[in-house]
């Protein structure tokens, strides 16, 4: 089922976005998609983990620009370390377990994927698992679940398909937990791409989460520069969303650039992880949330 939430939420960021520079009254907003002023504020602050205006002050351009001129040297320094493969999201480690499409054309009949529609804070997700990890995280809308599973069965045709919402519920839980929530986590995820596409996958997981890079910056980090098309390609074909975090990645000018999931989705999903990280910063005293804060 759908997140009705998310819906409301989502035609709210739309209004935010379309009156950003006349700093709309919470009731205009509440008004605009059908709550009272007091509903309104208590749903978006359940979702998002500030008050509306809070959340406006991510969503403006300036505040994109800032934090990608910022977050370059977060990048750098993440590949400084030495990170490779396996990859951090803080809180939530997630391991890659990667092949090419050549290596899975040799045993992809032995893999069962189970799948499963579930709700999230973003809207309704299709997510797919086989044993050696999660293969396939697409957000949904109710009328485009057939399309998403076309799009699943076209790009896994040799294994066997099973719908099997149990055994992923408790994944989804767990990926989209507030960062803090999740505990010392662990997922694995297997990727199938040409090995040009899983380099540009892992590098996106080192893009710590409150922050974003440029295409720029992300084809340096992959040892392509200048390459920014072809990285573009390469996340835009990403499988799994949300987790191998390909919002974060913005045009070398700040612009929120596309993404396959929708635009106002991954505004969304932005602000929501900038401003809890800046919360998060302030409640901790830590230097983060000058990092992130508006």
């Avoid at 991510?58 to 990170?83: F, H, I, P, Q």
């Avoid at 990859?87 to 893999?111: C, I, N, Q, W």
Wanted: one cysteine or more.
């Amino acid at each position: 089922m759908d997140n009705p939430d998310y819906r409301r939420i989502e035609q709210a960021i739309h209004f935010l976005e379309e009156h950003a520079v006349k700093q709309p009254l919470l009731e205009e907003v509440a008004d605009h998609i059908g709550l009272s002023p007091y509903h309104f504020q208590r749903l978006f602050k359940a979702w998002a983990g500030v008050s509306p205006k809070r959340f406006l002050q991510y969503l403006t351009v300036e505040n994109a620009k800032r934090l990608l001129r910022e977050s370059n040297s977060v990048l750098d320094a993440a590949l400084d370390v030495g990170l490779s493969g396996p990859g951090r999201l803080h809180d939530l480690f997630v391991s890659v377990e990667a092949m090419t499409p050549g290596v899975y054309k040799g045993y992809g009949r032995e893999l069962e994927l189970r799948f499963g529609f579930h709700p999230t804070p973003f809207g309704e997700c299709l997510i797919a698992v086989t044993p050696h990890g999660i293969c396939s995280l697409a957000f949904v809308d109710l009328e485009d679940r057939t399309q998403a599973l076309e799009q699943l069965f076209d790009t896994w045709q040799e294994a066997t398909l099973v719908e099997n919402p149990r055994a992923s519920e408790t994944i989804v839980e767990q990926i989209f937990a507030p960062a803090g929530a999740r505990g010392q986590a662990s997922l694995k995820v297997l990727l199938k791409g040409t090995n040009f596409q899983i380099k540009v996958w892992e590098a996106l997981l080192r893009i710590p989460e409150g922050t974003v890079a440029s295409y720029g910056a992300l084809a340096d980090a992959v040892g392509h520069h200048g390459a920014h098309r072809a990285v573009g390609t390469a996340v835009g074909h990403n499988p799994i969303a949300y987790l191998i975090p390909c919002h974060r990645v913005l045009r070398n000018n700040g612009g929120i650039g596309g993404y396959r999931w929708g635009t106002t989705r991954k505004r969304a999903i932005l602000a929501r992880e900038a401003a809890l990280w800046a919360e998060i910063g302030r409640d901790s005293g830590s230097s983060a949330s000058s990092q992130v804060q508006a």
